[in-house]
C-alpha cells in the first residue's frame, strides 16, 4: 500500500456473522490485554518517547472498566463505546486518536447485533481513516497505523468467510507492521522528538493496535488469551 493508504480497496465481500457475544468477548479481551501489555508498552515508550503510553493506558483501561460496570452493555456498539469513552478521558495524543478509532469501531453493523465480516472490515477502515485524517500520520510515519494499515488490508484480501480465520493474517500483519517500526524514524508524535535515537524500538502505538487486532481475532475464535510474546 502507499503511504497515504487508507485501506479503501474492495472488501472482503462476506456477509458472515461474526459470533453474537463478539462485543463483549473482544472488548473484555482486548481490556485484559492492554491492561496486562502496559507494563511493556510504558517501557518501549519510555525508550522512545515521553514515557507516559502505559500511564495512558492504565488510564483508558480504568475508565473503560468503569464504563462497563455503570453502563452494564449488552450489545456490541454498548461494549465498544464503553472503550472509547474509556479513551476520550485520557489526556495527550494517543487518548483522543485510540478514543475516535474505537468510536468508529462501535459503528459496525446495526445497534442491538453484532457485525458481519464486512461491516468490522469497513469499520477499522473508518478508524482508520479518521485517526489519520487527526493525527496527520501516513504508513511509515512509526505510529498506531503501520500496524492497523497492513491489518484492514490482509482482513480484506482474506479468502475465508471464517471470521476467526479471515482475522488470523490481520493480526500476523499487524505484528509485522508494529514490529517493523523499530526499523523506522519517527515523525509524528513524540517520539519525532528524539529522532534516530527510537531506531530499534517498536513504536507503543503500533504495538497497541497490534494487540487489539488480536483480541478481535482471538474473540472471533473463542479464545481467551492474546499472544504479546513478541513485544521487546
Known amino acids: 500500500?502507499?503511504?497515504?493508504?487508507?485501506?479503501?480497496?474492495?472488501?472482503?465481500?462476506?456477509?458472515?456473522?461474526?459470533?453474537?457475544?463478539?462485543?463483549?468477548?473482544?472488548?473484555?479481551?482486548?481490556?485484559?490485554?492492554?491492561?496486562d501489555a502496559a507494563e511493556a508498552l510504558g517501557d518501549l515508550d519510555r525508550r522512545a518517547g515521553d514515557g507516559d503510553f502505559g500511564t495512558n493506558v492504565r488510564v483508558a483501561m480504568k475508565g473503560a472498566a468503569k464504563n462497563i460496570d455503570d453502563d452494564s452493555p449488552s450489545t456490541y456498539r454498548e461494549w465498544v463505546t464503553a472503550m472509547y469513552m474509556g479513551w476520550l478521558g485520557v489526556g495527550g495524543t494517543s487518548g483522543p486518536l485510540f478514543g475516535m478509532f474505537f468510536r468508529d469501531v462501535s459503528k459496525a453493523g446495526a445497534d442491538d447485533s453484532a457485525p458481519t465480516l464486512e461491516q468490522f472490515a469497513q469499520a477499522l477502515a473508518d478508524g482508520q481513516a479518521t485517526v489519520q485524517k487527526y493525527g496527520e500520520a501516513k504508513v511509515g510515519d512509526k505510529t498506531m497505523i503501520d500496524a492497523l494499515d497492513p491489518a484492514v488490508g490482509a482482513l480484506r484480501e482474506a479468502g475465508s468467510s471464517d471470521p476467526a480465520q479471515a482475522l488470523a493474517p490481520a493480526e500476523d500483519a499487524a505484528i509485522k507492521g508494529a514490529r517493523d517500526t523499530a526499523e523506522s524514524t519517527a515523525k509524528r508524535g513524540r517520539a519525532s522528538y528524539v529522532g534516530d535515537a527510537a531506531k530499534g524500538v517498536i513504536d507503543p502505538g503500533a504495538a497497541a493496535m497490534a494487540l487489539v487486532i488480536g483480541a478481535a481475532r482471538a474473540a472471533a475464535a473463542g479464545e481467551k488469551d492474546v499472544d504479546t510474546s513478541w513485544i521487546s
Not at 487508507?6 to 462485543?23: I, K
Open 1 to 35: 500500500m502507499n503511504e497515504n493508504s487508507t485501506s479503501s480497496h474492495a472488501g472482503t465481500g462476506s456477509s458472515a456473522a461474526l459470533p453474537d457475544d463478539f462485543g463483549r468477548e473482544f472488548i473484555t479481551l482486548t481490556h485484559q490485554t492492554l491492561s
